[in-house]
């Protein structure tokens, strides 16, 4: 009777511990970082959303030296959106200029950041210059 009970207790024992082990295991294959995840449907909208137009129309020059003639640098801008989405943040940052009034946007090259190895970064980032032409 006193070796029933033995195998009786370890059985219990065993399966608690399976028990446990497998729900930490499901939590773990379950649970989604922010990176894992898509951007939310607002952004699709947006997207589609025309944007307010700018009279005159700001352009967008990918370099300095696309600015091919004399300017004054009214402000820096800057806009931040999910990866797959960068005419969203241009947009953003032609409407940034418009609201200074400037003539051009002239984007600045990104910096690296200090994403962990290994991490996904959740959003990225665009930074320009919003230019006045003179007659200089």
Same mark, same amino acid.
């Given at each position: 009777?006193?070796?029933?009970?033995?195998?009786? #207790?370890?059985? *219990?024992?065993c399966v608690a511990a399976l028990t446990t082990l497998a729900? @930490?295991?499901?939590?773990?294959?379950?649970?989604?970082? +922010?990176?894992?995840? =898509?951007?939310?449907?607002?952004?699709?909208?947006?997207?589609?959303? &025309?944007?307010? /137009?700018?009279?005159? &129309?700001?352009? +967008?020059?990918?370099? !300095?030296? %696309? %600015? *091919?003639? !004399?300017? +004054?640098?009214?402000?820096?801008?800057?806009? $931040?959106?999910? !990866? =797959?989405? /960068?005419?969203?943040?241009? #947009?953003?940052?032609?409407?940034?200029?418009?609201?200074?009034? %400037?003539? %051009?946007?002239?984007?600045? !090259?990104?910096?690296? @950041?200090?994403?962990p190895a290994g991490a996904a970064p959740a959003q990225m980032?665009?930074? =320009? #210059?919003?230019?006045?032409? $003179? $007659?200089?």
């Open positions: 009777m006193i070796h029933v009970d033995i195998l009786k #207790r370890r059985r *219990n024992l729900l @930490g295991c499901s939590s773990l294959l379950s649970s989604a970082t +922010l990176s894992d995840s =898509g951007p939310p449907a607002s952004i699709y909208v947006a997207e589609a959303k &025309p944007s307010k /137009p700018c009279d005159p &129309p700001v352009e +967008l020059l990918r370099s !300095p030296e %696309a %600015a *091919n003639r !004399p300017y +004054l640098e009214v402000a820096s801008v800057s806009s $931040t959106c999910y !990866p =797959g989405t /960068p005419k969203l943040c241009e #947009r953003v940052l032609l409407q940034h200029a418009c609201e200074h009034q %400037a003539d %051009a946007v002239i984007l600045v !090259p990104a910096q690296p @950041g200090a994403t980032s665009m930074s =320009g #210059r919003a230019v006045r032409w $003179t $007659t200089r």
